[in-house]
């Protein structure tokens, strides 16, 4: 699998925004690099496997998920087309994946060695910049969701996520880019335990939904009850 027919994507990563083209593919043709395919659900990443990469994603999507002793499924973090894992752990005194990263679809993955990073911060300035902003990013995503996991109610976790969408969407309904599955797994709880919230939501005359859309049947109430909780 040739790297050119991904240079586009890759040139989507502030750490290679600043490079033309010709010098990416010269870079990469001099230094160590993997491109590999994964199908929709395998396993890229184990928990406790050691991380000697950093991962670029040039086709389809990656989660970071891991698995309670109740068994709920904690989606902590998604990763798109263009975006990194692994800035946060590659050069730690501990750097093991703490949960496993898996394809969320049919995905492809540059995999760049430490060494080879190494030797870009060492002889670009402004790829260290960049790569010290990554690593401060990751962090931070990570702070937020335990934070938000640890802190915070279903309920508030819900209001927080349709707030959020609120703004994006700029409209009341709020359309799901996921299964509720899906949804429950970024909450960190069980399916039932969101549906269960849901339904009670509903009968607080906050919302209604279906399997598609979830709406704000008023925002300054659902503004109130977050207040309240």
């Known amino acids: 699998m040739e790297l050119s027919n ?10 290679f925004k600043d490079f033309s083209k010709e010098e990416l593919i010269d870079i990469f043709n001099k230094n160590s690099h993997r491109i590999c395919e994964y199908n929709k659900n ?18 389809g999507q990656i989660i970071v998920q891991r698995i309670d002793e109740n068994g709920n499924v904690l989606t902590i973090a998604e990763f798109h087309v263009g975006e990194s894992i692994g800035s946060n752990l590659l050069f730690g005194n501990n750097n093991t994946y703490p949960m496993s990263i898996l394809a969320k679809l049919d995905t492809v993955i540059l995999h760049i060695q430490k060494d080879f990073l190494l030797d870009l911060c060492q002889d670009n300035k402004r790829f260290l910049i960049e790569f010290l902003k990554c690593v401060s990013d990751k962090t931070f995503i990570l702070t937020n969701k335990i934070k938000s996991i640890s802190m915070k109610s279903l309920r508030e976790s819900i209001i927080d996520f349709l707030n959020c969408e609120y703004h994006t969407q700029k409209s ?58």
């Open 172 to 229: 009341n309904t709020i359309q799901l880019n996921m299964t509720k599955k899906e949804l429950a797994e970024i909450l960190g709880v069980q399916r039932t335990s969101l549906s269960r919230e849901l339904n009670k939501m509903r009968k607080d005359n906050l919302i209604n939904y279906d399997s598609h859309s979830i709406t704000i049947k008023d925002l300054n109430v659902l503004k109130k009850a977050m207040d309240n909780l």
């Open 6 to 15: 991904y240079i586009h994507i890759l040139q989507l990563h502030n750490l």
């Open 42 to 59: 395998s396993i890229i990443h184990v928990e406790s496997e050691e991380c000697s990469t950093l991962d670029v994603v040039l086709q």
